[in-house]
């Protein structure tokens, strides 16, 4: 099978990755920062399998499915977190959460 | 017996131990019991071991203790050495501390501090006992600083007075000054001999340095420095006057028996560098002839009882000053002996009267004592004839005259020193008689509320008694001939060299003496009896003198202007503390940042996202250009 230019999946894993970024700083909804911080998590992941798949090794692989594994550990605890803020706050606006400002 | 020695130092220490750890719960009788049973019992070994050495003849014992402290090659223990000029200081303290311990009793009865007074007191009769046993100078300074703590803390002893504190501070800086010259002495003379040893010392000074050295002159004033502190004598004489803050008898202990005569111990002690120092041992002579006329002067003119007698202590320390100055050793330390008798007898005298009187202390209110206390009155006529030496009677006559004659008839004598010493013993008379006559004369001005008991009546006896026999253990050579005093003393102190063909003049001296005394006392009875208007007019006719001599010729005054003011200016410059500066601004510079730093948390989470963002995006950015 032909496989694609280790480089594309780089670009990608970049546009991916910095338009999660972008979506985390501008977005003021929590939920919405944790979807984006998913997006980034994942074009890492790409990232890691690109590479895997140009030097032909498995652990571009293992460290995807580590990532996956974080990232079930990451939204299960930001999930808890958001739902004890919008308790306390009743809101989702991340900039109401300021409260531990110097 | 003589190996009791360490006993006497040990049992006042004992004693005080006892009091400061205990104190609290002793009723204020068992307080009082144990402070004067530990010198009562100190005296008794004094009295066995003194028995011991005069008959077996033993010229001096030494005996060490315990083991103090060893640094390096120098190893300095509580070493204690007795000899003849020691064991007449061990006497004086011992006794006269005695009996002025059974008088406290009585005089401290009503107050709330006496335990606390007592412990004191021991802990001044250990210092004072060590300092005159010790065998090295180092074990003799610790003594030193100790009696003069416990004279600070004496001084100030009612310290809800505030004027009580300012006093006791006073004396403990102003014989700081001295202190510190003493201990450059001392350095210096370990420098030059890798000792502290006194005997040592004083064997190999006359190898090392021949007559007027100039090391050993150096020496010699750097320790005379530290005598003149602590004996109140020019230029520090100013404490002591005001010392009289304390209760009467640390004043009659501390500033007139003890303490203040350690100068004139420590000079005694170390004749040998003063031998060597010609210079330095005429500058004793001068200062002491000096201070004995301007504090006889002053105390011409004083009102207060106590003021009196402490410029009269100041003026007879002067004479011992004078005769060490002449190199007339045993006269001085005779001479320090009736003085400890006669002065402690007028301070308690004294404290009796203003006790009795509720805390009066102005002569000139007093007045008429001589039928209501007849015990006071006496003891103190007989106190005052000794300072004033009487003739013949007094115990202060055989001392005082033995200086007169040695002054005019010792090779390092002269015609100064002796006019010195017999304006001195004019001016002594007259002031001293002042004294007697208004107090104890006329009419009476003030009533005498509560009479002493016992307790103080018998040291009073017993001070007067030995102030009148006491003279009579050395006698002038004229009549009697008995040298008990300067053949015990002749181990440790050289013998007076007399000029050529001045024994001749001895019974001249003596007469003059005797008649410029009566001469005196005449005067001062012809002033404030026969005629007590002329007393206000010489008084008014010389009044800017009247208020030099009373203001003790402001030398307050010029230490005020010469050094606390300047030190009060700097310090007022000072205030904020330059070194201080740098710290509060280290401090303040640490907070004005972290105020500035502490406006970049937010709280806003998506700030610090930005933060991490740019800061990966800089650091990534750097690396990249840095390892292309």
Redesign the interface.
């Known amino acids: 099978m032909e496989t694609a230019a280790v480089e594309y999946g780089l670009v990608l894993a970049g546009t991916l990755f910095v338009l999660g970024l972008i979506s985390v700083l501008i977005r003021r909804n929590i939920i919405f920062m944790l979807i984006s911080v998913e997006i980034m998590l994942n074009a890492a992941g790409l990232a890691f399998i690109a590479a895997g798949a140009r030097w032909g090794q498995a652990d571009g692989q293992v460290m995807f499915i580590f990532i996956i594994t974080m990232a079930a550990a990451e939204v299960s605890v930001g999930l808890a977190l958001i739902l004890q803020i919008y308790h306390q706050l009743k809101t989702l606006d991340s900039d109401a959460a300021d409260k531990m400002k110097g | 017996m003589i190996h009791l020695l360490w006993l006497i130092p040990t049992l006042p220490f004992l004693g005080a131990l006892i009091l400061v750890l205990a104190g609290s719960s002793l009723t204020r009788r068992t307080a009082a019991g144990i402070g004067c049973s530990v010198i009562g019992l100190a005296a008794l070994i004094t009295l066995l071991i003194g028995y011991e050495i005069l008959t077996t003849h033993t010229s001096a014992y030494s005996d060490i203790a315990w083991h103090w402290f060893t640094v390096a090659d120098l190893s300095v223990g509580f070493s204690f050495r007795l000899d003849a000029l020691s064991l007449v200081f061990l006497f004086v303290i011992t006794f006269v501390g005695f009996f002025i311990h059974v008088y406290s009793v009585g005089f401290m009865h009503d107050d709330e501090g006496s335990t606390r007074f007592f412990a004191y007191l021991n802990l001044f009769v250990c210092s004072m006992l060590i300092l005159v046993l010790a065998d090295n100078l180092a074990l003799m300074y610790l003594g030193w600083e100790g009696v003069g703590l416990c004279s600070y803390l004496l001084i100030g002893f009612w310290y809800e007075e505030a004027k009580n504190g300012y006093a006791a501070r006073k004396a403990f800086i102003m014989t700081r000054v001295g202190d510190t010259a003493l201990a450059i002495g001392l350095f210096m003379l370990f420098g030059v001999f890798r000792t502290l040893d006194i005997q040592e010392i004083l064997t190999k000074a006359p190898q090392l340095w021949s007559t007027g050295s100039q090391t050993a002159t150096v020496i010699a004033f750097l320790l005379l420095g530290g005598a003149v502190g602590k004996s109140a004598q020019l230029p520090l004489q100013t404490w002591l006057p005001d010392a009289m803050a304390g209760p009467s008898p640390v004043s009659a202990l501390i500033h007139a028996a003890t303490m203040v005569t350690a100068g004139v111990y420590l000079i005694a002690r170390m004749h040998g560098i003063y031998e060597l120092a010609p210079l330095a041992q005429q500058w004793v002579g001068i200062i002491g002839a000096v201070t004995l006329l301007i504090a006889g002067c002053s105390a011409l003119t004083q009102s207060d009882l106590k003021r009196i007698l402490a410029y009269s202590t100041i003026s007879q320390i002067g004479y011992m000053f004078l005769a060490l100055g002449i190199g007339a050793w045993s006269a001085a330390v005779f001479h320090f002996m009736i003085h400890a008798f006669f002065k402690a007898l007028l301070f308690l005298a004294a404290g009796t009267v203003i006790w009795s009187l509720h805390h009066e202390h102005d002569i000139f209110k007093m007045g008429g004592l001589r039928k209501r206390m007849p015990v006071v009155y006496w003891t103190f006529l007989i106190g005052a004839g000794s300072l004033a030496a009487i003739p013949l009677i007094t115990a202060g006559f055989y001392s005082k005259d033995q200086i007169l004659w040695l002054a005019w008839a010792s090779a390092r004598g002269g015609l100064w020193f002796f006019i010195a010493a017999l304006l001195g013993a004019f001016i002594t008379a007259v002031y001293t008689f002042r004294m007697v006559f208004v107090t104890f004369f006329g009419e009476e001005k003030t009533h005498a509320a509560h009479l002493p008991g016992k307790l103080m009546n018998i040291p009073l006896t017993v001070l007067a008694i030995l102030s009148l026999i006491g003279g009579f253990i050395e006698l002038p050579h004229t009549f009697g001939h008995v040298t008990w005093m300067s053949d015990l003393l002749l181990p440790v102190l050289p013998t007076t060299v007399l000029h050529e063909g001045a024994e001749s003049s001895e019974i001249m001296i003596q007469i003059i003496a005797a008649v410029v005394t009566l001469g005196g006392v005449s005067l001062a009875y012809w002033l404030y009896i026969v005629k007590p208007s002329l007393a206000d007019e010489v008084k008014s006719a010389c009044f800017d003198i009247y208020r030099l001599w009373y203001a003790g010729w402001r030398f307050d005054a010029l230490y005020n202007t010469l050094f606390v003011r300047p030190f009060v200016w700097l310090s007022a410059i000072n205030k904020r503390d330059v070194i201080d500066q740098f710290y509060t601004g280290l401090a303040s510079a640490t907070e004005y940042f972290g105020q500035t730093?502490?406006?970049?948390?937010?709280?806003?989470?998506?700030w610090y996202?930005?933060g991490i963002?740019v800061g990966a995006v800089i650091i990534l950015t750097l690396s990249l250009l840095l390892n292309p």
Do not use: A, D, E
Request: aromatic share 8%; net charge positive; hydrophobic share 40%.
């Open positions: 730093f502490s406006r970049t948390q937010t709280g806003v989470l998506r996202i930005m963002t």
